[in-house]
């Protein structure tokens, strides 16, 4: 069965980076869209990356536009997200999710992916 194992995030302070990482098995990350969310306590989950089956459209949300990026290795079947510049407002838990249809329709919206990690905590302290 297809399973999404995230690591990276931890603690670390206004300003600094992290990289967390997504490993997939059973599952091919260039053949699927591939995305970050992440929840905050109390808050919905929300949009952070995606990046499409193809290596074509890559997207991050405007709150984080210029400060994460999202890579994808195929040849080690992971996804990454580059967080720099981090902010106390990125405290939140982190989410790797494959959608495996390929279209873009609703692709912001957590509802339309079919597999999820458990998720990695980052807490940015100010």
């Known amino acids: 069965h297809v399973q999404l194992v995230e690591s990276g995030g931890g603690l670390v302070q206004a300003g600094g980076p992290l990289r967390l990482s997504c490993a997939a098995s059973?599952?091919?990350?260039?053949?699927?869209?591939m995305g970050w969310f992440r929840q905050a306590p109390g808050k919905n989950r929300e949009f952070v990356a995606f990046?499409?089956?193809?290596?074509?459209?890559?997207h991050h949300a405007d709150s984080v536009k210029g400060r994460f990026t999202i890579s994808r290795d195929n040849s080690k079947n992971m996804v990454y997200l580059q967080m720099n510049s981090l902010k106390p407002e990125d405290t939140a838990d982190y989410y790797c999710?494959?959608?495996?249809?390929?279209?873009?329709?609703?692709?912001?919206?957590?509802?339309?992916?079919?597999?999820w990690g458990l998720g990695t905590q980052v807490t940015v302290s100010s």
């Open positions: 059973a599952l091919t990350v260039n053949s699927n869209t």
């Open positions: 990046i499409d089956w193809g290596d074509v459209v890559i």
């Open positions: 999710a494959a959608r495996v249809r390929k279209t873009y329709a609703g692709i912001y919206n957590p509802g339309v992916y079919d597999h």
